[in-house]
T-cell receptor
Framework: NAGVTQTPKFQVLKTGQSMTLQCAQDMNHNSMYWYRQDPGMGLRLIYYSASEGTTDKGEVPNGYNVSRLNKREFSLRLESAAPSQTSVYFC?????????????FGPGTRLTVT | QKEVEQNSGPLSVPEGAIASLNCTYSDRGSQSFFWYRQYSGKSPELIMFIYSNGDKEDGRFTAQLNKASQYVSLLIRDSQPSDSATYLCAVNPGRGSTLGRLYFGRGTQLTVWP
């Protein structure tokens, strides 16, 4: 049982390049999330998916797109990377059950855009 | 805008002392509250959740919730150097379109010195 996995672990891009961050979970969770974490800023939600086939914007969606490929996988795409997107990206998943919405996090992707 | 504020820190306590971490939230109707611990370079991991007013104890950790004051805290008794990490407070509104979504504070960095 791997939990939440993310690939790649590290990535360096040049401005204007595109890439897709992959996330998968094996806990049969309905909900999945993409966050970015910058120094002193805490975790900020980029996009989330409450169930397969649905996605919603979070706090900072500009410059990103997402795909909920199936129940297990949720990918994040940067179409034209910018230095402001240098950050650590975390994927998370959660089961839905009142009142506990514990989110389980993947190990993160450290992205640098030069 | 659902805001979650944490005491700015950093917080430094000697080994064996009680560390007190505080969090306030703006959405009065919030349902459940989480404390995550994040070691440097790692992903957040859940240490406590609470959804009823009062105290909840788990080993050396005690979460306290006061919904009337919109305040949640985490006490760490007999602090150990291994407790040195950033502690993130997260709040779940628990209703409507934001069902399942967590709102995170910026975190408080705790250092426990021997």
């Amino acid at each position: 049982n791997a939990g939440v996995t993310q690939t790649p672990k590290f990535q360096v891009l040049k401005t204007g390049q595109s890439m897709t961050l992959q996330c998968a979970q094996d806990m049969n969770h309905n909900s999945m999330y993409w966050y970015r974490q910058d120094p002193g800023m805490g975790l900020r939600l980029i996009y989330y998916s409450a169930s397969e086939g649905t996605t919603d914007k979070g706090e900072v969606p500009n410059g990103y797109n997402v795909s909920r490929l199936n129940k297990r996988e949720f990918s994040l795409r940067l179409e034209s990377a910018a230095p402001s997107q240098t950050s650590v990206y975390f994927c998370a998943s959660s089961e839905e059950g009142v009142p506990n919405y514990e989110q389980y996090f993947g190990p993160g992707t450290r992205l640098t855009v030069t | 805008q659902k805001e979650v504020e944490q005491n700015s820190g950093p917080l430094s306590v000697p080994e064996g002392a009680i560390a007190s971490l505080n969090c306030t939230y703006s959405d009065r109707g919030s349902q459940s509250f989480f404390w995550y611990r994040q070691y440097s370079g790692k992903s957040p991991e859940l240490i406590m959740f609470i959804y009823s007013n009062g105290d909840k104890e788990d080993g050396r950790f005690t979460a306290q919730l006061n919904k009337a004051s919109q305040y949640v805290s985490l006490l760490i008794r007999d602090s150990q150097p291994s407790d040195s990490a950033t502690y993130l407070c997260a709040v779940n509104p628990g209703r409507g379109s934001t069902l399942g979504r967590l709102y995170f504070g910026r975190g408080t960095q705790l250092t426990v010195w021997p």
